[in-house]
């Protein structure tokens, strides 16, 4: 199947129309309709994100149905520090999101993506200080917006602040799950690039594959498996993260 039928067969299989689906998953209709007809060819990795975010969300949809998120709208920091401490939740833009419980194999890709960036600080006595959640990080320096990063990188240390980080990390890395697949892949992307985030990592334990966004290069990502040593690009790449180590050590839990 060449890739203008395989964008077709996605977008078909949600039964919406075109432009309800450009609408639902924030995509230009020019783009799609240029990509059903072949008249430009849809990226691999797109293709493949594309299929994977719509089989999530339906997977998402028979478990919960269609969230309605008016009554998380229009919140500030005061709410987000009123609410119980059992209750977990990211504030984007005002509106509240839950967050689920991550399962073993999403905290221990998590952890040693930490790991290897903290030895790669400490060898090498590095200024910079690494995160895993959960960690609150005022996203824009406002009171609009806290997200809780799976691993994260702060290079500037007046960053860093007792109760929270206030402004962008340098290096983001989110591990995704059936229940945060759209929020990390759209909502924090978009958040993420918009803040000053740097570089952005998105891990996809169900396809074995990571998306690497490096803004300050290019838009658009790198795309490697779990068999890569992958290079973390604000050090330079003098610091590699081993997914061929990381699968090992998780192969019986995915």
């Known amino acids: 199947m060449d890739k203008s039928e395989e964008i077709k067969r996605i977008r078909e299989s949600t039964g919406l129309n075109r432009r309800a689906f450009c ?6 209709y020019r783009t799609v309709t240029e990509w059903e007809r072949d008249g430009r060819r849809a990226p691999d990795y797109v293709v493949r ?17 269609d969230m309605d998120l008016s009554s998380n709208a229009d919140k500030t920091l005061e709410d987000y520090l009123a609410l119980p401490d059992d209750e977990r939740v990211e504030m984007i833009d005002g509106v509240f999101y839950d967050m689920a419980a991550p399962t073993a194999h999403h905290q221990m890709i998590a952890g040693e993506i930490y790991a290897s960036l903290r030895y790669h600080i400490k060898v090498n006595k590095g200024s910079c200080v690494p995160f895993i959640a959960p960690v609150d990080v005022q996203l824009d320096s406002d009171d609009k917006t806290i997200v809780e990063p799976d691993v994260f990188v702060v290079c500037d240390r007046n960053k860093i602040t007792k109760p929270r980080i206030v402004g962008a990390p340098d290096f983001v890395a989110e591990v995704l799950s059936p229940s945060n697949w759209y929020h990390d892949t759209v909502r924090k992307l978009l958040k993420y ?6 570089e952005y ?21 790198v795309e490697y498996s779990f068999v890569d040593e992958i290079p973390v690009g604000i050090w330079n790449g003098k610091c590699t993260v081993d997914f061929k180590e990381i699968l090992e050590s998780i192969k019986d839990f995915i």
């Open 23 to 28: 609408e639902r998953y924030n995509i230009p």
């Open 49 to 65: 994100l594309l299929d994977y975010y719509v089989r999530m969300h339906n997977l998402w949809k028979e478990r919960l149905g």
């Open 193 to 198: 690039k918009n803040a000053g985030v740097r």
């Open 201 to 221: 990592w998105i891990v996809m334990p169900e396809n074995r594959k990571v998306l690497v966004y490096f803004f300050e290069k290019s838009p658009d990502p």
